[in-house]
């Protein structure tokens, strides 16, 4: 037998295995990718489906699909005069917060990007590294002493303490893929380094602030530890309010169910609509070279 007919037959054995290797190669990825979304979504389920039980239904195992949905805990969640005032507490608040966030860490991620500010970008980083917790007790003694506690400025600049660090190093990597040809061009053109910024890199870089943006307000909506000590009754946010259903005596799961399904739903529609900012904002700067 000739080299030239082995290695046709060789060719046609591997072109037999291929198909096989593939299929369960697709079978494995399918398996993997159906367990994954299993996994993130039942909890999710789980709430949704509490929401519309009694007490005593999300107890019983054997109602735990079947039973009769009812919409008592989102009246008794609703009814309460002051949690739409907690809605509008958790808004203002994270986008006070993440608003001034991005004023400040996107200039500050141009400048570490543009001008390799490593140790400034080190230090950005300790503050993020920083567990929060950690943070609390100096806060409220220093909040306390100056007659902040329980007033909107304090949950905000706290919150801003973990979204400036996250606003600067999404920016810096969008930053870091941007060819320095175009600030070139443009001060050839005339503008200044500033104008350059504002006028040039700032419009391209709105996926990546968009991004940071939304991650920022999902964090800072989301915030418990932070607002649970420094809030007050007149500036409480969602999270704690929906820890305001756990007494002494009891919990009331349904109404925790359907409040923490009223705090999820504006995050979930905002992730939908923005997720191709968050996809592109993410992976900035990823084949960079």
Known sequence: MSAQTMTRSADEVAKRRRPGRLKAYNSFRGVMIVAVVLIFLLPLVWMVMASFKTNVD?????????????LDNYSHVL?????????????WVAFCATGISLLIGVPAAYSMSRFNMQKSALLVLLARIIPG???????????????????YGVL??????????????????FFDSMPLELEEASLVDGLTPIGAFLRILLPLSVPGIATAGILSFIFSWNNFMF???????????????VFDFVSYASID?????????????????????????????????????
């Not at 005032?85 to 808004?91: E, L, M, P, R």
């Not at 917790?133 to 007033?151: D, E, H, Q, R, T």
């Not at 600067?168 to 990597?173: D, F, K, L, P």
């Not at 607002?227 to 999270?239: F, Q, W, Y």
Request: hydrophobic share 55%; aromatic share 14%.
């Open 79 to 91: 009814g309460n005069d002051s949690y739409l005032n907690f809605v509008w507490n958790s808004f």
């Open 133 to 151: 917790v950690s943070l609390l007790v100096p806060w409220y003694y220093v909040f306390a002493n100056l007659g902040w506690v329980g007033g």
């Open 253 to 289: 799961w349904g109404a925790i169910m359907a409040a923490a399904c009223i705090m999820t739903l504006p995050i979930i529609v905002v992730a939908l609509f923005a997720q191709k900012y968050i996809v592109s904002g993410l992976t900035a700067g990823a084949t960079k070279g």
């Open 227 to 241: 607002a649970l000590v420094l809030s007050g009754s007149n500036t409480k946010t969602l999270p704690v309010a």
């Open 156 to 173: 905000i600049i706290s919150h801003m303490f973990i979204l400036i660090p996250i606003s600067v190093y999404i920016m810096m990597s």
């Open 58 to 70: 999300i107890h019983d195992t054997t109602k735990s699909f079947i039973f009769t949905p009812i």
